[in-house]
Structures are given as structure tokens and as C-alpha cells.
């Protein structure tokens, strides 16, 4: 069950294109750029907040890159990238950290400030806005990033290259901001969320996540349903792969 805590939540974002690494990836950037850019724009973004969250977020997004980083021990460029490409949207583990933070304000005039919640929740305007605002920050420093990364030289040294220039700026006063709850997701239900990503990284399979309310809400048949639709598919990978393991296999050549 969702419940939500004292505070908020508003705006989102992306990020642009890794544009100077070189190979199959502007292709595949672009498409995730238009999409995002698709999806954000069906939902209320402010840009005051955006503003005047950009500071923190970069501080954040540096420190949760290099943490990604250090976990995963990746160091060479591509899966580098790959970290950089998802550190700003919720759909990617990188990205899951937008949607720990809630944007409070202390006073009727106070500054905006992100509160780190106990669990994840519900990506609303404020998850968007954090999303935004990292979006923004990140566009034209992924090469940056990534050289950072690469180097090892860690979270101090990334923040001074990235967030120097938008933490210099002061944000105008910000007018009639309304703070939203921060609806808190069910711990379980992300957990299993986590498993069912890291099982379609695994096998290259496309798992249908399905929360309690909604498979309550399915009849016998619905469920038995998508129970086929899952067996089909796992069928059909099964074959794709034993297809591209004869296609591997060794061939005979005979001499005449």
C-alpha cells in the first residue's frame, strides 16, 4: 500500500545525448533523448524548482555516479557511458536515486531543499523535477564524466568539473510553490521490481512487472492468460537462442 509522508513531490528530467563517444551510441541516445523528451512533456514541470534544485542534484548525481562506479568496478568507456546514460532517469538503477528525495521548504520563504526519504517512492512532480534538473546539468558532460570516472580520481574532483558553474548561480525568489506528498512505494513491491530487471539483463527476456492491486483486480482467466503469454515467450527465446547456437555451431567442409 502507498502511503504518503508529511512532505512533497514535483518536476523531472533527463539527460542529453553522449554526443562525442563515437560507434552505435548516438543512434541509440537519440531515440532515448526524443522519448524522454516525449514523456516529459505530458507532465507539470516547474521550471522555478528545476532552478533551484540544480545545485543539490549535481552535487547528488556526482556522488551517486561514483558509486555506481566503484560497485560495479566498470572502468573502461562504454559500460562508463552506459552509467552516465541512466544516472538520470528512474527507468534505470542509476537513475532509481531521483525518486529517494523529497523537495521540502523550511518557512514561507525559505530555499528549496531534498530530503532523502527511507524508501523509494512514487515518481510525481517533484521526482520529474529532480529528473530535470540532473538532465540539464549532464547535457554536453558525459564525455567529462565519463573521463572522470575513467580516471578515478572520484566525487570531489567530478563535482568541481560538473557543478562549479550551476552551484555559482543564485536562483531568483521562488513564488507560489505548493509542496505534494511524497507517496511512498511498497518496499516489496520495489524489491521485486530490482529482481525482475536483473533477471531480463541476465537472459535478454521482457518480464511484465504486476502490483498487488492490479492482479487482484484480474479474473482466472486473465491471469491463466498471461501465464501463456509468458510460457509463449520464454518459448520462443528458447528457440531464438538454440537458432543462434547452430548458427555458431562448427560447420563441415568436404573437400572434393
Same mark, same amino acid.
Given at each position: 500500500?502507498?502511503?504518503?509522508?508529511? !512532505?512533497? *513531490?514535483?518536476?523531472?528530467?533527463?539527460?542529453?545525448?553522449?554526443?562525442?563517444?563515437?560507434?552505435?551510441?548516438?543512434?541509440?541516445?537519440?531515440?532515448? %533523448?526524443?522519448? %524522454?523528451?516525449?514523456?516529459?512533456?505530458?507532465?507539470?514541470?516547474?521550471?522555478?524548482?528545476?532552478?533551484?534544485?540544480?545545485?543539490?542534484?549535481?552535487?547528488?548525481?556526482? =556522488?551517486?555516479?561514483?558509486?555506481?562506479?566503484?560497485?560495479?568496478?566498470?572502468?573502461?568507456?562504454?559500460?562508463?557511458?552506459?552509467?552516465?546514460?541512466?544516472?538520470?532517469?528512474?527507468?534505470?538503477?542509476?537513475?532509481?536515486?531521483? *525518486?529517494?528525495?523529497?523537495?521540502? !521548504?523550511?518557512?514561507?520563504?525559505?530555499?528549496?531543499?531534498?530530503?532523502?526519504?527511507?524508501?523509494?517512492?512514487?515518481?510525481?512532480? =517533484?521526482?520529474?523535477?529532480?529528473?530535470?534538473?540532473?538532465?540539464?546539468?549532464?547535457?554536453?558532460?558525459?564525455?567529462?564524466?565519463?573521463?572522470? @570516472?575513467?580516471?578515478?580520481?572520484?566525487?570531489?574532483?567530478?563535482?568541481?568539473?560538473?557543478?562549479?558553474?550551476?552551484?555559482?548561480?543564485?536562483?531568483?525568489?521562488?513564488?507560489?510553490?505548493?509542496?505534494?506528498?511524497?507517496?511512498? !512505494?511498497?518496499?516489496?513491491?520495489?524489491?521485486?521490481?530490482?529482481?525482475?530487471?536483473?533477471?531480463?539483463? =541476465?537472459?535478454?527476456?521482457?518480464?511484465?512487472?504486476?502490483?498487488?492491486?492490479?492482479?487482484?483486480?484480474?479474473?482466472? *482467466?486473465?491471469?491463466?492468460? =498471461?501465464?501463456?503469454?509468458?510460457?509463449?515467450? *520464454?518459448? $520462443?527465446?528458447?528457440?531464438? @537462442?538454440? !537458432?543462434?547456437?547452430?548458427?555458431?555451431?562448427? $560447420?563441415?567442409?568436404?573437400?572434393?
Amino acid at each position: 500500500p502507498e502511503t504518503p509522508t508529511a !512532505r512533497t *513531490a514535483k518536476p523531472s528530467s533527463w539527460r542529453g545525448a553522449m554526443g562525442g563517444l563515437a560507434g552505435l551510441r548516438a543512434p541509440r541516445l537519440a531515440i532515448a %533523448a526524443f522519448l %524522454a523528451a516525449c514523456w516529459l512533456s505530458a507532465a507539470e514541470v516547474s521550471k522555478d524548482v528545476v532552478e533551484h534544485v540544480k545545485c543539490q542534484v549535481c552535487e547528488l548525481a556526482m =556522488e551517486h555516479a561514483v558509486s555506481h562506479a566503484e560497485e560495479s568496478k566498470s572502468k573502461d568507456e562504454d559500460s562508463l557511458a552506459d552509467l552516465v546514460d541512466g544516472l538520470c532517469t528512474i527507468k534505470k538503477k542509476e537513475g532509481k536515486w531521483t *525518486a529517494h528525495y523529497d523537495v521540502v !521548504r523550511r518557512g514561507s520563504d525559505g530555499p528549496l531543499t531534498l530530503e532523502r526519504q527511507s524508501n523509494i517512492g512514487k515518481c510525481k512532480s =517533484e521526482c520529474l523535477a529532480i529528473q530535470r534538473a540532473c538532465a540539464s546539468i549532464l547535457k554536453n558532460k558525459e564525455e567529462t564524466m565519463v573521463s572522470v @570516472l575513467m580516471s578515478g580520481k572520484g566525487k570531489s574532483e567530478l563535482k568541481k568539473k560538473v557543478c562549479k558553474k550551476v552551484c555559482s548561480k543564485k536562483p531568483a525568489p521562488i513564488k507560489d510553490w505548493v509542496d505534494e506528498p511524497f507517496w511512498m !512505494r511498497d518496499p516489496k513491491e520495489v524489491e521485486a521490481e530490482d529482481r525482475v530487471e536483473k533477471m531480463q539483463a =541476465e537472459t535478454g527476456q521482457k518480464f511484465k512487472m504486476w502490483s498487488r492491486d492490479e492482479i487482484s483486480s484480474m479474473s482466472q *482467466a486473465d491471469i491463466e492468460l =498471461e501465464a501463456a503469454k509468458d510460457a509463449l515467450g *520464454a518459448q $520462443r527465446r528458447e528457440s531464438q @537462442l538454440q !537458432r543462434e547456437a547452430e548458427d555458431k555451431g562448427p $560447420r563441415v567442409s568436404h573437400e572434393l
